[in-house]
Structure formats: C-alpha cells, structure tokens
C-alpha cells in the first residue's frame, strides 16, 4: 500500500463548480498535513496546511479526519486559474522529519 | 519570502560524468531535502538532512550522494551519471518538521 493515496483524476469541470479531492495516508504517526498546488512544469507551492479542527482559506476548504487517516481539499466557485495538480503532503517517518507526497490529482477547469 | 534556489535550471550531462546539483535557502532552515519527480512516478526523496553534515537516505539513494556543509547549502551529487536519472530535481527546505516545505525551482537534467 502507498503511503499517500488521492484521487486518480484528472477532474475536467466548469467554471464555477465545486470540486472534491480526496486523499489517504497509512502512517497514523504522521503529525502535519498539506495540500500544495503545482502548476506545468513548476515547482509545487503550499496551498494551505491542514488543521485537525478543518480550515478554509477564501474558497478552499481542508478537512482531516484523523481517525480515518483521510484528508480533502473542496475547492468552490472554481476558477480557470485554478487548473493545476493538486498534491496532499504529510510528514513521513516516526521522527517527523521528511514530508511524504501523494501522486497528486489534475485539476483542469474550463471556460 | 522564503527563497530556495537552485544552481542551474536545465543540464545536459552525458553518461558517466559526475554531477553536481546546488541548493541554497536562504531562511536559516534546518531540514533540507532533494525530490525528484518522473512522470507517473510523482515525488520521491533521494536523501535529506536536519542538520549540518547530517543526512538520512530517502526512498531511492542509489547512485546518488550528498553534502552539507553548510546550514543554507545541500548539494546532491550523481557520482557516474546514467540515463535513468534523467528526470527533474527539486530541492526542498523546512524550519521544523511540522512546518511546510519550499522548493526551489527545481533542474531539469537530461543524461545523454
């Protein structure tokens, strides 16, 4: 089993849909979470981290589910600047000092 | 704003040379960390380190090595480049482990 699992997209949606992307993780010793975002042959930029308690930053939203080692990333209101692949993080070993990646998930909203 | 750069942003090497790929961060990072990314294949980490002259093996350390030196420099080293690691690099900083990573701009390495 991989220690990051998302959606295998890619998620083809119209402006202004809502999306979902979904995301597992197998350590359950993993302490920190993060979505970042990575644009066509750019480097990948922190989006946002994830809280226990959920978080939302403008028309983004993370929920972690600690219990079922789950965590989303529901985007609202999508833009065509916000096609880009959507990778969910979290720190990998027991001394909590590398970060695991997620194959990430294609994001293409069109117009 | 926090600032990772690496040395070069495309390299052509061909088989057997020794390569050496820069990274300095300039925000007093203690962890450093080198990814490379392959099509499908997603991140993976080569190696990384939480101090000076320390390092710890990633996923896939083969044919690679590394150095640290310096607190704001990691440097990743193909010691005989081979046409499989063609790919793209991408250095990686963080202050603390629970805190996010920034990556630099990340070099794309052809070997021929």
């Known amino acids: 089993r991989k220690e990051v699992e998302q959606d295998p997209g890619p998620f083809n949606v119209p402006e202004g849909a809502t999306v979902a992307f979904n995301c597992t993780y197998s350590n359950s010793a993993s302490q920190s979470f993060f979505w970042y975002r990575q644009d066509c042959r750019k480097e990948p930029k922190l989006l946002m981290s994830?809280?226990?308690s959920g978080n939302e930053d403008g028309r983004f939203t993370a929920q972690l589910n600690r219990a079922s080692q789950y965590i989303s990333l529901l985007i609202r209101d999508s833009k065509l600047s916000d096609s880009a692949t959507y990778l969910c993080v979290v720190n990998g070993d027991n001394y909590g000092q590398n970060f695991v990646f997620g194959p990430g998930t294609r994001l293409s909203v069109l117009p | 704003d926090v600032k990772v750069t690496q040395s070069s942003r495309y390299l052509v090497k061909r088989t057997g040379e020794k390569v050496f790929l820069e990274c300095v961060q300039d925000m007093d990072h203690e962890n450093m960390f080198w990814y490379r990314q392959d099509p499908g294949l997603g991140l993976r980490l080569i190696y990384f380190s939480y101090d000076v002259k320390m390092k710890e093996k990633g996923d896939i350390p083969e044919g690679y090595s590394v150095s640290r030196e310096k607190k704001e420099r990691f440097s990743l080293i193909l010691e005989s480049a081979s046409t499989n690691q063609t790919s793209m690099y991408l250095c990686?900083?963080?202050?603390?482990?629970?805190?996010?990573?920034?990556f630099g701009q990340g070099t794309r390495l052809t070997v021929v």
């Open positions: 990686a900083s963080s202050w603390r482990a629970s805190t996010e990573a920034f």
């Open positions: 994830v809280y226990s």
